[in-house]
C-alpha cells in the first residue's frame, strides 16, 4: 500500500520543539522530492519546507533559522525539526511526495500555546 504516515505532533508552549516524522510506505522516497506544508483553520494548505533528491532544501520566510527538514533514503523517512515554536505555528501538517499524483500523509495535529 502506497501511503505517507506522520507523527510527533502534539502541544507545546512558546519556544518549545517538536520534531515529526513522515513514514513511507510502497515508494521509494529516494526518487522523489519531498515536503512538509501546513494548514491552520480556515486557511490554505501552504508549503513549510521541502528537500529534493540530493538533499537541496528550501522553506517558507516564516520558518526559516527554525525548522530544519531532513530525509534518511535508507529508513524511507522524512523528518521535520521544529525549534522555538510560535503560537502562529499551529496548524495541521502535512507530508509530501512529489509523485506525478501528489501523496499526502493524513496529517498530524501542532498546537503552541501558553
Known amino acids: 500500500q502506497v501511503q505517507l504516515v506522520e507523527s510527533g505532533g502534539g502541544s507545546v508552549q512558546p519556544g518549545g520543539s517538536l520534531r515529526l516524522s513522515c513514514a513511507a510506505s510502497?515508494?521509494?522516497?529516494?526518487?522523489?522530492?519531498m515536503a512538509w506544508y501546513y494548514q491552520a483553520p480556515g486557511k490554505q494548505r501552504e508549503l513549510v519546507a521541502r528537500?529534493?533528491?540530493?538533499?537541496?532544501?528550501n522553506y517558507a520566510d516564516s520558518v526559516k533559522g527554525r525548522f530544519t527538514i531532513s530525509r534518511d533514503n535508507t529508513k524511507n523517512m522524512v523528518y521535520l525539526q521544529m525549534n522555538n515554536l510560535k503560537p502562529e505555528d499551529t496548524a495541521v501538517y502535512y507530508c509530501?511526495?512529489?509523485?506525478?499524483?501528489?501523496?499526502w500523509g493524513q496529517g498530524t495535529q501542532v498546537t503552541v500555546s501558553s
Open positions: 528537500i529534493g533528491t540530493r538533499g537541496s532544501t
Open positions: 510502497g515508494i521509494m522516497i529516494s526518487r522523489y522530492v
Open positions: 509530501n511526495a512529489n509523485l506525478a499524483s501528489p501523496l
